[in-house]
Nanobody, 126 residues
Framework: QVQLVESGGGLVQPGGSLRLSCAAS????????IGWFRQAPGKEREGVSC???????????YYADSVKGRFTISRDNAKKMVYLQMNRLKPEDTAVYYC????????????????WGQGTQVTVSS
C-alpha cells in the first residue's frame, strides 16, 4: 500500500524556519521523483518544489519562483524520506503543504502526480 505522510508543519513567525518531512512507504522511493505542493485558502494548489528520482549521485531540483533561495528540497532514500527546508518564511507561505509522487528530471518538472499525502498545515504569522 503506497503511503506518503507529511509532518513538521506548525505556526511560525515571519522570518522563521520550518522543515517539512515526507515519509514514504509501500514503494521504492529511489524510483520516484517527489514534489511538494501547497494550497492556501481560496487559492488553487501550486507546485513548490520537486526533486528527481535516483540513487543519490545526481539529483535535479526545481523550485517555484516564489520560494527560490528560501526553500531547499532534499531526500534520503535509505530512510525513505523527502524534506523541504523552509527559511525566511513569509505570511504568504501560509498553506497546507502536500508531498506527492511526481515527474521531474533533466527535461524539466512535469507535475504529474499519482500518490498524495494528507497534508500538513504551515501558518506564518506574528
Amino acid at each position: 500500500q503506497v503511503q506518503l505522510v507529511e509532518s513538521g508543519g506548525g505556526l511560525v513567525q515571519p522570518g522563521g524556519s520550518l522543515r517539512l518531512s515526507c515519509a514514504a512507504s509501500g514503494f521504492t522511493l529511489d524510483y520516484y521523483a517527489i514534489g511538494w505542493f501547497r494550497q492556501a485558502p481560496g487559492k488553487e494548489r501550486e507546485g513548490v518544489s520537486c526533486i528527481s528520482s535516483g540513487d543519490g549521485s545526481t539529483y535535479y531540483a526545481y523550485y517555484a519562483d516564489s520560494v527560490k533561495g528560501r526553500f531547499t528540497i532534499s531526500r534520503d532514500n535509505a530512510k525513505k524520506m523527502v524534506y523541504l527546508q523552509m527559511n525566511r518564511l513569509k505570511p504568504e507561505d501560509t498553506a497546507v503543504y502536500y508531498c506527492a509522487t511526481d515527474q521531474c528530471g533533466w527535461t524539466g518538472w512535469q507535475m504529474v502526480n499519482e500518490y498524495w499525502g494528507q497534508g500538513t498545515q504551515v501558518t506564518v504569522s506574528s
